[in-house]
């Protein structure tokens, strides 16, 4: 079959996880996750479920917060939560996926898959030019 030919890592992954011959999609994107290295902050929809995945070093951003109406928005900069009038944001911490979906009484679920990594966190070089503006 033809996968085309884009040397595209978004690609990669995906192809990666579609080849993953897990059960469930929880322990795919887990296993996979684990063989990679490098910089994410992923927002990965899924069937009924959004995953939220920040890589283990920290050195893509990732958080997210529920607007009043309680739709889950999650983004790279915190000034883009607030300016949907989200205040009370939190961060996906390095290493740390999160499956988020609403039960069969329709609330929100957030599960930890796996808890975030305690070791040296750094940031892109980009951040230092973000962190720098009032807004991010």
């Known amino acids: 079959e033809d996968r085309g030919s884009s040397e595209s890592d978004t690609l990669k992954f995906v192809q990666e996880?579609?080849?993953a011959?897990?059960?469930?999609w929880d322990e795919r994107l887990v296993k996979t996750l684990e063989k990679k290295s490098g910089a994410w902050s992923l927002a990965i929809g899924v069937e009924n479920a959004m995953y939220l995945i920040r890589?283990?070093?920290g050195y893509r951003p990732?958080?997210?917060?529920?607007?009043?109406?309680?739709?889950?928005?999650t983004a790279s900069e915190t000034v883009a939560l607030e300016k949907m009038g989200i205040n009370n944001y939190l961060e996906v911490m390095p290493g740390q996926v999160l499956k988020v979906y609403a039960?069969?009484?329709n609330e929100l679920?957030?599960?930890?898959l796996v808890s975030p990594?305690?070791?040296?966190?750094?940031?892109?070089?980009?951040?230092?030019?973000?962190?720098k503006k009032d807004k991010s």
Request: aromatic content about 10%.
């Open 17 to 19: 996880l579609e080849d």
């Open 21 to 24: 011959k897990d059960e469930n």
């Open 55 to 57: 890589d283990p070093k």
């Open 62 to 73: 990732l958080s997210y917060g529920l607007t009043e109406e309680g739709v889950l928005v």
């Open 103 to 105: 039960n069969q009484d």
């Open 109 to 112: 679920i957030i599960e930890e």
């Open 117 to 131: 990594n305690d070791g040296e966190k750094k940031h892109c070089s980009f951040e230092n030019i973000y962190f």
